[in-house]
């Protein structure tokens, strides 16, 4: 079975920038969240959806948006970048909606932006 | 609040030596704990995941444990190697029906040969 794949692997925006990045999740996973880790901050939950529906939302911005497709594959959208918003993108799938599940991350997206 | 602490944030050790990783939590009320692998510049590997109704899950070299009373966990790793040299984070759910996470900072081993 296919892991998770994130799209682009690596990239640079300049300030004030969007951005989108996808998640495509491991094979018949309906819930997908997204993480962004700093060295700063460590690793910060941004939000989490299940079949096409966010679940829970961490405490960011709202420059920061996502959404679910049918398929389940997730894009998260970044508007009017930050330096700050320079870190490592992660997405996460499992199979259930619960917290009982294993949850399965992707190589994540390296976004810099200047 | 859930908080969840790895402490050393940094750990060195000669290959050959069984050592124990810690990661402790505030809110013992969990449904599981879960341990993950990230190398440099890289995504996360799921270890191990302990439900809260077990006490250890073992895969090969590695051996997790957790004590909820406590809020304690550890992931002991046997007869170390350089390539067993990574970041080890510990994360815990969130209560209730969602899949958010709660991470440690991580703690950063090296492996020497």
């Known amino acids: 079975k296919a892991g998770v794949t994130q799209t682009p692997r690596y990239l640079i925006k300049t300030r004030g920038q969007q951005v989108t990045l996808s998640c495509s999740p491991i094979?018949?996973?309906?819930?997908v969240s997204w993480y962004q880790q700093t060295p700063g901050q460590g690793l910060q939950f941004l939000f989490e959806?299940?079949?096409?529906?966010?679940?829970n939302k961490g405490n960011f911005p709202g420059r920061f948006s996502g959404r679910q497709f049918s398929n389940s594959r997730s894009e998260m959208n970044v508007s009017t970048l930050e330096l700050g918003d320079s870190a490592l993108y992660l997405c996460?799938?499992?199979f259930g909606a619960g917290n009982t599940d294993t949850q399965y991350f992707g190589p994540g997206t390296r976004l810099t932006v200047l | 609040k859930q908080e969840v602490t790895q402490i050393p944030a940094a750990l060195s050790v000669p290959e050959g030596e069984n050592l124990v990783l810690n990661c402790s939590f505030t809110d013992s009320a969990i449904y599981n704990l879960q341990w993950f692998r990230q190398d440099p510049g890289k995504g996360l590997t799921s270890l191990l995941l302990i439900q809260s109704s077990q006490r250890e899950q073992t895969s090969g070299r590695l051996n997790a444990s957790l004590d909820k009373s406590s809020g304690r966990s550890t992931l002991y790793i046997a007869a170390s190697q350089p390539g067993d040299s990574a970041t080890y984070l510990c994360a815990v759910p969130q209560s209730g029906a969602n899949s958010k996470l709660t991470f440690g900072k991580g703690i950063t081993l090296s492996v020497r040969p």
């Open positions: 094979s018949g996973h309906r819930s």
């Open positions: 959806y299940f079949s096409e529906t966010q679940r």
């Open positions: 996460a799938s499992s």
